[in-house]
């Protein structure tokens, strides 16, 4: 058989916490392009790249570290995993778990996550619960359960969700070969933003890279806990995956901030759409609206002065459009857009295309 990308756990072996006798309960996450991105280089005269997680087997970066915590879970005897989800980990918790042969559990906010999304827990047969409540509801109850019942949690408080996670900053390091100047990413739980942090470190340590980036993170302006400084007690934001108002990893990723000099910032649910439209539109990278807001903070960044020519930047983006694709189908003043209906017929076909035969 001819070689393939094994997956995180295979490829990156001697670096994660696993042995010859960890289960490895793959479907082949990771290896995601890193794509040049001019349309955005010509905006910041940087030289921005974007690594696009929306090509992960469930369509998220979630997989790299799911790939990691259900086969420990695996490893350590779980029939069955739980989860709290704004939509992401609920899928991807999902396909793992039932490739494994176990069971999960998983608790969203109800009417909160996007449809791509639920479809995909249900298609792959999880226990899908709406809850009446909020994210942070779901994950203080999640918690709760597995403390006190036989199911593993595999939110991002399970340490193996971010080891799986960092592999996303060593294949960076792997293609510029050495870490860039600046890294962005969205921030709901702030689980990526460490684990990112963490792989350039660990690729630092290494000699593989000769610096940290400064990392950036970015949460939606009605759920931005970590940039005022407190917990946003009902957090709203059209950017349904970062809905979150208490992050998990809040004192992990202040840490991170602080070494790498990196920055929190918020940005208004209006910019996050325009980046959206500038991200599909004129790069051709399609994402779902908590993805975009990395776009937007580059941009805010760059206008602040903040990124200087020539610089290096790294945007994640970490989930795919088509999750999410109703925002594609709106004008920026919130009309729907309907595609034009014709007649099947050529002559009328290239009239309304606005073409002359030759
Ligand atoms: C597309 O699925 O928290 O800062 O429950 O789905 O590591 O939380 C999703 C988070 C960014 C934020 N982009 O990452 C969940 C969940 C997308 C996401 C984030 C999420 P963290």
Redesign the pocket.
């Known amino acids: 058989m001819a070689n393939q990308w094994r997956g995180v756990l295979r490829e990156y072996a001697d670096r994660l916490d696993i042995t010859e006798k960890t289960p490895i309960i793959t479907l082949g996450e990771g290896g995601t392009p890193l794509i040049r991105a001019a349309a955005l280089e010509a905006r910041t005269g940087a030289k921005v790249w974007v690594k696009f997680e929306g090509m992960n087997p469930t369509g998220?970066?979630?997989d790299r570290g799911m790939t990691m915590a259900v086969s420990k879970a695996v490893e350590h005897g779980a029939k069955a995993v739980i989860?709290?989800?704004?939509?992401?980990?609920?899928a991807s918790a999902a396909a793992y778990a039932t490739h494994a042969g176990i069971t999960a559990a998983v608790l969203v906010p109800e009417g909160k996550i996007a449809m791509g999304k639920l479809a995909q827990a249900i298609a792959h047969g999880a226990e899908l619960l709406q809850v009446q409540g909020n994210?942070d509801d779901c994950l203080d109850i999640a918690r709760d359960l597995a403390a006190n019942y036989p199911v593993h949690l595999v939110n991002?408080v399970n340490p193996d969700r971010i080891e799986g996670q960092k592999t996303a900053a060593f294949e960076v390091v792997e293609v510029l070969e050495d870490a860039p100047d600046f890294h962005i990413?969205?921030?709901?739980?702030?689980?990526?933003?460490t684990a990112y942090f963490r792989g350039y470190s660990e690729e630092l340590a290494r000699g593989e890279s000769t610096k940290l980036p400064r990392m950036f993170g970015f949460q939606a302006e009605g759920s931005a806990p970590i940039v005022l400084g407190h917990v946003v007690k009902s957090p709203e934001t059209i950017a349904s995956?970062?809905r979150?108002g208490n992050?998990a990893?809040w004192k992990l990723a202040t840490a991170a901030r602080e070494t790498s000099d990196g920055y929190f910032g918020a940005i208004s649910d209006a910019k996050i759409l325009e980046a959206h439209r500038i991200l599909s539109s004129e790069v051709g990278i399609f994402v779902?609206p908590?993805?975009a807001i990395s776009v937007a903070g580059l941009l805010e960044r760059s206008d602040a002065g903040i990124i200087p020519k020539g610089a290096t930047v790294v945007l994640t983006v970490?989930?795919h459009g088509l999750k999410d694709p109703q925002w594609a189908l709106r004008t920026p003043d919130g009309s729907d857009i309907k595609p034009t209906i014709v007649p099947a017929d050529t002559t009328e076909i290239a009239d309304v295309l606005g073409l002359r035969s030759v």
């Open positions: 998220s970066f979630k989860c709290a989800s704004t939509g992401n980990t609920s994210f991002s990413v969205p921030v709901g739980n702030a689980g990526n933003y995956a970062i979150i992050p990893s779902e908590a993805s970490t989930g």
